[in-house]
């Protein structure tokens, strides 16, 4: 079993900041791909950053120079550093990540259950 567990979600004003943290945990012989993703209420979930197993790093427009996406893959990590949050920003944040559970097994995909942003204006 392979579990994502988010943290460090909560209330900001706007101009604010937050850091989210995933842990990944159980049956894990290697991670690839990591993403975070958000849902607002009433819209489809959206890709917000993801970061390749050497640290590359992609953004959504709306993100770039705001957001910065990180990982530890000693820990089995991923944070999101997110600044200059505006109302808009507000949104259920998932972790995702691609994980083989085995050396010889496939890569799976996995959902953390998600954490919950919500800036204030």
């Known amino acids: 079993q392979v579990q994502l567990v988010e943290s460090g979600g909560g209330l900001v004003q706007a101009g604010g900041s937050l850091r989210l943290s995933c842990a990944a945990s159980?049956?894990?012989?290697?991670?690839?791909?990591m993403h975070w993703y958000r849902q607002a209420p009433g819209k489809q979930r959206e890709l917000v950053a993801s970061?390749?197993?050497?640290?590359?790093?992609d953004y959504a427009d709306s993100m770039k120079g705001r957001f910065t996406i990180s990982r530890d893959n000693a820990k089995n990590t991923v944070s999101l550093q997110m600044n200059s949050l505006k109302p808009e920003d507000a949104a259920v944040y998932y972790c995702?990540?691609?994980?083989?559970?085995?050396?010889?097994?496939?890569?799976?995909?996995?959902w953390g259950q998600g954490t919950q942003v919500t800036v204030s204006s």
């Open positions: 159980g049956n894990i012989f290697s991670i690839n791909l």
């Open positions: 970061i390749t197993r050497g640290g590359s790093t």
């Open positions: 995702n990540a691609d994980i083989r559970p085995t050396q010889s097994g496939y890569l799976l995909n996995y």
